[in-house]
């Protein structure tokens, strides 16, 4: 391939994602697969910046007995908040299940079950079992963030 016909195809990438059709369906579900695996991987990482890259700035979380968190600035302050109660902390496993993603233009669903292993300085190792809906919208650049976004417990399997 000439690098002509190399330079075009790089231009031509980001309309991709905004082909119409089951074509643009297919190819926004790959990116949102692309999305989960980097969801899941940052959250092992307890790489909190990573973690709020993925959110958009107006994005509100549903955390179980809590108000709703709206806006970024007070998802980060609830984030750093468990991540200080958790200090000395280490996520071992991070198991995500995605399922049903729907895409319908620049806006997708999806949900999850998630089994998480931390290990905890001084204690036994926490592990727990959830269940985590989002809601995801395309920026105007293209990326898939996160808008809203429901989690609850659930019994182990």
Not at 4 to 32: N, Q
Not at 54 to 60: A, I, K, N, Q, S
Not at 119 to 125: H, V
């Amino acid at each position: 391939m000439s690098t002509r016909a190399r330079v075009l195809l790089i231009a031509l990438l980001p309309l991709c994602a905004h082909i119409p059709g089951d074509a643009g369906r297919k190819v926004a579900s790959a990116e949102i697969e692309s999305f989960n695996r980097k969801f899941q991987e940052l959250h092992l990482k307890m790489d909190n910046a990573g973690v709020l890259a993925l959110w958009e700035e107006d994005g509100v979380a549903l955390m179980p007995g809590q108000p709703p968190l709206v806006g970024k600035p007070a998802i980060t302050a609830w984030l750093n908040k468990v991540t200080a109660g958790t200090a000395g902390s280490k996520v071992t496993a991070e198991d995500l299940q995605f399922h049903d993603i729907i895409v319908s233009g620049d806006w997708a669903s999806e949900w999850a079950t998630e089994h998480q292993v931390v290990e905890q300085s001084g204690k036994p190792a926490f592990e727990g079992y959830g269940k985590l809906a989002l809601v995801l919208h395309r920026s105007p650049n293209g990326e898939w963030k996160i808008k809203q976004e429901m989690w609850n417990s659930a019994p182990r399997p």
